[in-house]
């Protein structure tokens, strides 16, 4: 058994758009692909974990949102990074899912697939659900102030208090690179 980084998408890794929909939207925030290079080259699997309500709702099909991962993949590669898996919750906030976040269950199944010990990982996300996911499957949790992060940051501290605050993804890489190092000492 394992750890990994379990990240959130949109806001964490590329600037929040409301329900992103076209590959052509897609921008990596500044850094983020330098952070998610870091995991690689420490052999921390890094698995994206997205709420996709878009496809539930209409706003965007399976083949579209294939193509956001494939371009997605491409920005990420031009940092020699990339992403050893993707899951998503295609569903609307009222279906009451297992997946969405806050649930656990996106979390649960990739560490059933990859032979991941939750208690060893953490999540990364700039939202209250995020974290409230990765808490609730026993990771540790980052709250980044990119996305809503900064504008949520005093009630997803009061609600869901992440371990720790960084202000983006690759201060909490950093971060996380450095308590394993600590663990491991």
Not at 84 to 107: F, M, N, T, V
Not at 149 to 161: K, L
Request: aromatic fraction near 6%; glycine fraction near 8%.
């Amino acid at each position: 058994m394992r750890a990994a980084v379990f990240l959130d998408r949109d806001g964490t890794i590329n600037e929040e758009v409301d329900h992103l929909v076209h590959p052509v939207d897609l921008r990596l925030i500044q850094g983020a692909g330098q952070a998610i290079r870091f995991l690689n080259e420490a052999a921390l699997p890094a698995i994206l974990i997205t709420n996709q309500s878009a496809l539930g709702r209409g706003y965007l099909s399976k083949a579209r949102l294939n193509e956001v991962h494939r371009e997605l993949a491409q920005q990420l590669a031009h940092y020699d990074a990339h992403l050893d898996a993707i899951y998503y919750c295609p569903h609307r906030p009222d279906q009451g899912c297992a997946c969405r976040k806050p649930e656990p269950g996106l979390l649960e199944r990739a560490a059933e697939e990859h032979h991941l010990d939750l208690g060893r990982c953490y999540l990364v996300g700039d939202k209250a659900s995020d974290l409230e996911a990765g808490r609730r499957a026993g990771c540790r949790t980052v709250l980044v102030l990119t996305g809503y992060g900064a504008e949520q940051r005093a009630d997803i501290e009061a609600s869901t208090p992440p371990d720790y605050v960084a202000g983006d993804l690759l201060e909490a890489v950093h971060w996380i690179l450095t308590q394993r190092e600590a663990r491991a000492s």
